[in-house]
């Protein structure tokens, strides 16, 4: 059974940082594009970024370029989302997915195979 288990949330306050991680279990997904997401309350899914794990090149959304940096670790199986600079509009529950597509449109949620159960990130002002 594929498993896709997040960690690293919780409350920072603006300016700060903090580090999802994303470990899969039941399948390496070592080909595969993984992404993360986020919701926040009342607002639609939103494309944070995404990782091809063969070559490791990385796509990201417009309002966190230059902020957050994903990155994959194959040996480990995790891949993870470095996010500084955080701001309160930052706050939402991210999902890290994979996609099993290896071409397309990486910002659509709709694409994606496998969810974890998301891990909430609370940015204060």
């Known amino acids: 059974q594929v498993q896709l288990v997040e960690s690293g949330g919780g409350l920072v306050q603006a300016g700060g940082s903090l580090r999802l991680s994303c470990a899969p279990s039941?399948?390496?997904?070592?080909?595969?594009?993984m992404g993360w997401f986020r919701q926040a309350p009342g607002k639609d899914r939103e494309f944070v970024a995404a990782?091809?794990?063969?070559?490791?090149?990385?796509y990201y959304g417009d309002a966190v370029k230059g902020r957050f940096t994903i990155s994959s670790d194959n040996a480990k199986n995790t891949v993870s989302l470095q996010m500084i600079s955080l701001e309160p509009e930052d706050t939402a529950v991210y999902y890290c997915?994979?996609?099993?597509?290896?071409?397309?449109?990486?910002?659509?949620?709709?694409?994606?195979?496998?969810w974890g159960q998301g891990t909430q990130v609370t940015v204060t002002s």
């Open positions: 997915a994979v996609r099993s597509l290896y071409f397309g449109d990486y910002t659509a949620s709709s694409q994606y195979d496998y």
């Open positions: 990782i091809r794990r063969s070559d490791l090149m990385t």
């Open positions: 039941g399948h390496t997904f070592r080909n595969f594009v």
